[in-house]
């Protein structure tokens, strides 16, 4: 399995930016299906964004379309969200996933996780 490794996460004020970056370690992303997930206080964790890593193909949770984009970065073996104009309700622990199926990434049974990265947005 590959393992997964997440930076950028911090304090923004609501209406700023972040950019997450999950950087492969012992292998490349080559065949998988790269994804984030957050979870917040007290709530379950939920599907942000997934991309496959051959043809860097994004999905997105509905909710979330126009203010997030998923990307890849082939050299650098990394995959990024960036998040623009945060919001307090996005405040969250953001995990990246990977896994050699979609369907499986989807439902949050990946095989590869992250350590989390805190987001906090203040209002």
């Known amino acids: 399995q590959v393992q997964l490794v997440e930076s950028g996460g911090g304090l923004v004020q609501a209406g700023g930016s972040l950019r997450l970056s999950c950087a492969a370690s012992?292998?490349?992303?080559?065949?998988?299906?790269v994804g984030w997930f957050r979870q917040a206080p007290g709530k379950e964790r939920e599907f942000v964004a997934a991309?496959?890593?051959?043809?860097?193909?994004?999905s997105y949770a509905d909710s979330l379309k126009g203010r997030f984009t998923i990307s890849r970065d082939n050299a650098k073996n990394t995959v990024y969200l960036q998040m623009n104009s945060l919001k307090p309700e996005d405040t969250a622990v953001y995990y990246c996933?990977?896994?050699?199926?979609?369907?499986?990434?989807?439902?949050?049974?990946?095989?590869?996780w992250g350590q989390g990265t805190l987001v906090t947005v203040s209002s």
């Open positions: 012992g292998r490349t992303f080559s065949g998988y299906v």
């Open positions: 991309i496959r890593w051959s043809v860097g193909a994004p």
């Open positions: 996933a990977a896994d050699t199926t979609s369907n499986r990434l989807r439902i949050g049974v990946a095989g590869s």
